[in-house]
């Protein structure tokens, strides 16, 4: 089972500054990798799938990079909506998984 | 507009079991994998299973195989997950979700509320 972990486990920020999250894989998973935002009592919301696209409704602010084990997601300003729970999944291997997630807290 | 919607949660005794059912509406149920993600209270999210579109290939996480079985019905929209045998740490917020294709190796676009299933004497 591909283990991903997350960095880091809570970051604090002001709004309007830029985030950066991190997920990175045991191994390499090619670019099968998503992101979601989880507020408290809501489902989570996929932002990002395949590393770098954006789902249907995500605004431009939010983007993904990487590849083979490091993936990140950034969220270029932050807006106060943007303070949530962001977890990274990976589909490239048997079984699906997700990261332990990253709280974005306000500072 | 999408819509998944989940029922059957609630308290059940440790070895005892439960059954969740998801009705879905909004798009075309028979092109698509579905899967049941749980949330433990407080946690992360878990994969706990998952069918193809056509029913063909079902997978488990190694922590609920042998005792959850998840089924479709095309006729009436519906996914289902049979849950047995539970324990204590099967307590959880459970998600009916969407994946973004017909496989079971896949992400999930749309998600229901969840249903609570907690597991206790």
């Known amino acids: 089972e591909i283990v991903l972990t997350q960095s880091p486990a809570t970051l604090s920020l002001s709004p309007g500054e830029r985030a950066t999250l991190s997920c990175r894989a045991s191994?390499?998973?090619?670019?099968?990798v998503a992101w979601y935002q989880q507020k408290p009592g809501q489902a989570p919301r996929l932002l990002i799938f395949?590393?770098?696209k954006r789902a249907t409704g995500v605004p431009t602010r939010f983007s993904g990079s990487g590849s083979g084990t490091d993936f990140t997601l950034i969220i270029s300003s932050l807006e106060p909506e943007d303070f949530a729970v962001y977890y990274c999944?990976?589909?490239?291997?048997?079984?699906?998984?997700f990261g332990q997630g990253t709280k974005l807290e306000i500072k | 507009e999408v819509q998944l919607v989940e029922s059957g949660g609630g308290l059940v005794q440790p070895g005892r079991s439960l059954r969740l059912s998801c009705v879905a509406s909004g798009f075309t149920f028979d092109d698509f994998g579905m899967h049941w993600v749980r949330q433990p209270p407080g946690k992360g999210l878990e994969w706990v299973s998952g069918?193809?579109?056509?029913?063909?290939?079902?997978g488990y996480a190694d922590s609920v195989k042998g005792r959850f079985t998840i089924s479709r019905d095309l006729a009436k929209n519906s996914l289902y997950l049979e849950m047995n045998s539970l324990r204590a740490d099967d307590t959880a917020l459970y998600f009916c979700?969407?994946?973004?294709?017909?496989?079971?190796?896949?992400?999930?676009?749309?998600w229901g509320l969840g249903a609570l299933v907690i597991v206790s004497s």
């Open positions: 979700a969407k994946g973004l294709g017909g496989t079971i190796e896949n992400f999930f676009d749309y």
């Open positions: 191994q390499s998973v090619s670019n099968y």
């Open positions: 999944q990976q589909r490239s291997n048997w079984p699906n998984t």
């Open positions: 395949d590393a770098s």
């Open positions: 069918i193809s579109w056509n029913s063909d290939k079902r």
